[in-house]
């Protein structure tokens, strides 16, 4: 089955440091790679996604970049902000079984 | 008008009882999802519906029985409880036959088995 990794598993920036979160998958069918910001006590949210025929997609200060050669993909958040402290998951979907998983998480924290 | 709901939203139970979670999305989507997130935060996937028919069982325990009595309900209903099943429990839907669309999070039921 599909194997995601996320690293690393814990980030302290600066506020108004980037920063960069990697994640990488094993299943080369998986075709979309969404990423999910969850705030203590709520829900995942979608923040980014990307699809396996594009290579960069950017939102505001959040950009998602595909490598599918190497199988892995980052998301990038420049000027963080005390309110980008949060848990993010990496997730990849494989289309064949219906099913959406989720790496480990990150616990992202900015110090203001 | 909230797109995926579930309850309850809290669940203190004792080890042995049996216990349901409800979840209902008025998104019209065809598939479902539940998920278990531990003390360490990992979301796992436990079963996935699509149109009421089971697509994903992953290696879930059989005390956990899920069901989908149509498109818009996917219940879970958990036998015996044991103190590992302590977890925050989250129902999810998306459209799949749109391929590859965005998981749509219900609040989370936060079980907790004393």
């Known amino acids: 089955g599909e194997n995601v990794e996320q690293h690393p598993s814990t980030l302290s920036v600066q506020e108004g440091d980037s920063a960069v979160i990697k994640c990488t998958y094993s299943d080369s069918a998986s075709n979309y790679f969404p990423w999910y910001k969850q705030e203590l006590g709520k829900r995942p949210q979608l923040i980014i996604d990307?699809?396996?025929?594009?290579g960069e997609k950017k939102d505001q200060r959040i950009a998602v970049t595909l490598n599918k050669t190497a199988k892995h993909f980052s998301l990038h958040i420049t000027e963080t902000q005390p309110e980008d402290s949060a848990v993010y998951f990496c997730?990849?979907?494989?289309?064949?079984?219906?099913?959406?998983?989720f790496g480990k998480g990150i616990t992202l924290s900015v110090r203001p | 008008d909230t797109a995926v709901s579930q309850t309850p939203k809290y669940l203190v139970t004792q080890m042995g009882n049996d216990k349901s979670i409800k979840c209902e999305q008025n998104?019209?989507?065809?598939?479902m999802y539940w998920y278990k997130q531990d003390s360490k935060k990992f979301l796992k996937i436990m079963f996935s519906y699509n149109n009421k028919e089971l697509i994903i069982n992953e290696t879930v325990p059989n005390r956990f029985s899920p069901k989908s009595p149509d498109k818009a309900h996917l219940n879970l209903h958990i036998n015996s409880l044991e103190l590992g099943d302590s977890a925050v429990y989250f129902c999810a839907s998306s459209q799949e036959s749109k391929g590859n669309t965005e998981a749509f999070f219900g609040q989370g039921t936060r079980l907790t088995v004393v």
């Open positions: 990307i699809r396996s025929n594009v």
């Open positions: 998104l019209g989507h065809d598939t």
């Open positions: 997730a990849v979907h494989t289309g064949a079984n219906s099913k959406l998983t």
